[in-house]
């Protein structure tokens, strides 16, 4: 039979809506791809060639004689009037609504051709930019064929894009894995380029892997746990919820107000990493929150509008799916280029301060929780680490002292006379020399450990501050500083242990005897601060350095070293601190000491003055 096609517009429509009705072929892709969903497909075909752009399917197709290639050039038509119309034969929600998806191909080419085949019934016609009238050209049934396919389908075929994919297939997979969620192994992606092929056939299962944390609403993305991993089971990470419901009344299409449910479902996580996330590259960003109807996109990403540009929202990304906004009696919200809602209807707003003030704040207050677990964890293996090294040093020294005695033994005996004090020193030397590489470690050792403490009470924090300021300022890395009160967490005792097990392990019971310098703050506080004071005994059999800071008319007594001259600091009944020019000097005096002893290249005494002046009052 002779077909005819024919377009239900004005064609001079078609030269200014084709190249205009999207700016980025993804959304073209995602239009296509919703247009096979909608047909019943089970695979869809993305075949990228030089000259050609392939969209492919293996849905039922459509048939000229039942009429519906006529009903599907129609432009515009609405095509969800009621509940039974926004079904599909195989009870998939329909995603197409306004008829405009059929022309998204022209965004690409100014030529595409449509082939289907329904039932072994072929069809074909070519539509175009610059048609000469609303009758298209048609494409015999001869020339009509698939790539992939064998049966029932239809392929789009663009010549010559103007837009381009990628160039490897796992760099268009990220792409569609955004914007297009209906994805499942009812439904597949293939992608292929050349002799390359990759297929997407689950949106969870891609995601979930690289997730942290993750809030799941319903059951609608359910299957993300079978890819989350909790690394730290110690910490809620993971959290299913039900489906968030609101009442809302809407005024439907007939104008007559009405209450509904508005139902979000879906997701929303925390990726473990942004690094290396841009090693393929994408049109889209990789922390977004997007909003979904009757599983299309309408709204790739609404983050800039709920967040606030905050460092941790870099890892957030969610899909929220929200089919009242597809629902067939009420307005349509979807703005005109298909690439966002109408930020004014009641749903969008309902939803965006849902994500706002509840789902935003909570995924990022897990990421943080998530961000410490992880430290903390870090920490721990740098202590074990650090006692394994401790551990092994000592059983090396141990050897080191029986084979050096044994060997120096061993040629002292069978002498049958006195040997000179140059012959036993040159026996020792020798053996020594022969097991200095049992040794090795103990530089390692020494490198490892903190340098410098401040010893203070709780309450004399405020004189433990400028102490550690003071120490920073003059080049004094805080990872080589132990100071408990720290607001920096990576001068405080590492997470798990208490202060007395760490000097323990790693300053008194330590092979090594590398010791740290104390710098003392002391105060009427001090006697009756037990730890304080267990600190003074401590560093008192240990033999270490110290230099003392002291507050008010308090006089620091033995085993400190009393003797030499401490520095005082003035506090008042307010509060207030104070001190001396002459005790400013002092202060900064002592400072540059240490890091002599220590070996750090300290500032000026001027800088330092010109500093502490800045901290304290200098009177």
Not at 37 to 54: K, L, P, R, T
Not at 337 to 364: A, C, F, M, T
Not at 449 to 463: E, Q, V
Request: net charge negative; proline share 3%; hydrophobic share 35%.
């Amino acid at each position: 039979m002779d077909k005819k096609y024919e377009l239900n517009i004005d064609v001079r429509i078609l030269e200014l809506l084709g190249p205009n009705l999207y700016t980025n072929i993804y959304y073209v892709l995602a239009e296509l791809i919703a247009n096979a969903y909608d047909a019943d497909a089970h695979n869809v075909y993305i075949i990228s060639n030089d000259d050609m752009i392939i969209v492919e399917d293996d849905g039922k197709g459509m048939s000229y004689s039942k009429g519906e290639i006529t009903k599907y050039l129609k432009v515009a038509a609405i095509s969800r009037t009621n509940e039974s119309d926004s079904k599909t034969a195989l009870d998939r929600l329909k995603m197409g609504r306004k008829g405009v998806g059929k022309l998204a191909a022209l965004s690409v080419s100014e030529e595409v051709y449509v082939m289907t085949v329904s039932s072994g019934e072929k069809s074909g016609f070519v539509l175009s930019r610059h048609p000469q009238s609303e009758s298209l050209q048609s494409i015999p049934d001869e020339s009509i064929h698939f790539e992939k396919i064998t049966g029932n389908g239809t392929a789009i075929v663009m010549l010559k894009p103007q837009y381009h994919l990628h160039k490897t297939p796992t760099a268009i997979k990220r792409n569609l894995l955004k914007i297009f969620p209906a994805i499942s192994e009812d439904f597949k992606i293939h992608i292929i380029m050349g002799d390359k092929e990759d297929v997407i056939d689950s949106v969870d299962k891609e995601i979930g892997k690289e997730l942290c944390a993750c809030i799941l609403l319903g059951d609608k993305s359910s299957t993300i746990q079978n890819t989350y991993k909790n690394e730290y089971s110690d910490v809620e990470l993971f959290v299913k919820k039900p489906s968030k419901e609101f009442p809302i009344v809407l005024k439907n299409n007939d104008g007559n107000e009405k209450e509904y449910r508005l139902i979000i479902e879906g997701w929303i996580g925390a990726y473990k990493s942004t690094r290396g996330r841009k090693l393929e590259s994408s049109d889209f960003p990789d922390n977004f929150i997007s909003l979904y109807a009757n599983d299309k996109m309408g709204e790739f990403n609404i983050l800039p509008v709920v967040g606030a540009n905050r460092l941790n929202e870099s890892y957030v990304v969610g899909q929220l799916y929200i089919d009242l906004f597809e629902l067939s009696e009420l307005p349509d919200m979807a703005l005109s280029n298909r690439q966002g809602y109408k930020s004014d209807d009641p749903r969008y707003i309902k939803v965006i301060e849902y994500v706002k003030d509840e789902l935003l704040p909570n995924i990022i207050a897990k990421r943080v929780a998530y961000a410490k677990a992880k430290k903390d964890q870090s920490e721990k293996g740098k202590i074990d680490k650090q006692e394994e090294e401790e551990r092994s040093f000592r059983q090396s020294v141990s050897e080191f002292r029986k084979n050096t005695s044994a060997q120096v033994a061993k040629r002292i005996v069978g002498k049958e006379s006195l040997f000179s004090e140059e012959e036993v020193r040159s026996a020792v030397e020798d053996a020594i020399n022969a097991n200095a590489n049992i040794l090795g470690l103990k530089p390692h050792i020494d490198q490892q450990k903190k340098k410098l403490f401040i010893s203070h009470t709780g309450r004399d924090k405020d004189i433990g501050d400028i102490v550690y300021n003071m120490l920073v300022f003059n080049n004094v890395p805080p990872e080589d500083i132990i100071y408990t009160s720290c607001d920096d967490e990576i001068s405080r005792v590492p997470q798990g242990m208490n202060i007395y097990d760490y000097l323990r392990k790693f300053f008194v019971d330590s092979v090594s005897d590398k010791k740290m310098y104390v710098l003392f703050v002391t105060s009427d506080n001090t006697k009756t601060a037990w730890g304080a004071m267990v600190e003074i005994g401590a560093s008192w059999i240990t033999r270490v350095d110290h230099k003392i800071f002291n507050i008010n008319s308090f006089r620091p007594e033995h085993p400190l070293n009393d003797e030499a001259m401490w520095n005082t600091i003035l506090r008042d009944e307010d509060g207030r601190l104070s001190m001396t020019k002459l005790n400013c000097d002092d202060f900064c005096s002592k400072v540059e000491q240490v890091c002599d002893v220590v070996g750090y290249s300290h500032k000026t005494r001027e800088e330092n003055k010109e500093k502490l002046s800045s901290l304290i009052v200098v009177e």
